[in-house]
């Protein structure tokens, strides 16, 4: 694991991917973050990888709409 302290407006990238992890913004002491990833790389909040059946390695089908997609530029 890779533990980083990052500001707003920082970000983190994994070229082998093709995805940036950007700080939007931290109110209250949650952190709001933006993922940017090609479309054959999903991403998924932890909590819906452990809704997935007992004895199942994949995660569950993706929705029609992902959960936490958002356009950051």
Known sequence: MLV???????????????????????PNGRVRLGITAPAEVRVLRGELLEQSPPGTKSAPEAPAEPPIAMAVE
């Open 4 to 26: 980083l302290s990052r500001k707003i407006g920082q970000s983190i990238q994994i070229p082998e991917c093709g995805a940036i992890i950007r700080v939007l913004n931290i």
